[in-house]
Nanobody, 122 residues
Framework: QVQLVESGGGLVQAGGSLRLSCEDSGRTFSSYGMGWFRQAPGKERVLVAA????????YYTGSMKGRFTISRDNAKKTVYLQMNLLKPEDTAVYYC???????????????WGQGTQVTVSS
């Protein structure tokens, strides 16, 4: 079973950086592709970045490419999201999720963390 807990959110000024972590307390982390999603108030939840089970394939949604980096450490059962050059429009609740299917589609994700708030001030 997968149990995901995010950490690392907070308040940061525009142009700053944050590193989010998501740890799985289960036993099968390396069997799942992982994704980071975000949901701003009044908006739908969207994919930010995703990574394959081995870490060999990564994917980023348009505006995050070049500013965000997803990585994973299967030994630590943790996936990370390094966020640089943050903008006020990056403000949202960020969720990590696990999938046994394709990493590109939100409908494929089976397990979700509780979310962590990221607020970027201008």
């Amino acid at each position: 079973q997968v149990q995901l807990v995010e950490s690392g959110g907070g308040l940061v000024q525009a142009g700053g950086s944050l590193r989010l972590s998501c740890e799985d307390s289960g036993r099968t982390f390396s069997s799942y592709g992982m994704g980071w999603f975000r949901q701003a108030p009044g908006k739908e939840r969207v994919l930010v970045a995703a990574i394959s089970r081995s870490g060999g394939t990564t994917y980023y949604t348009g505006s995050m490419k070049g500013r965000f980096t997803i990585s994973r450490d299967n030994a630590k059962k943790t996936v990370y999201l390094q966020m640089n050059l943050l903008k006020p429009e990056d403000t949202a609740v960020y969720y990590c999720a696990a999938t046994s299917g394709e990493i590109y589609y939100i409908k494929e994700y089976d397990y979700w963390g509780q979310g962590t708030q990221v607020t970027v001030s201008s």
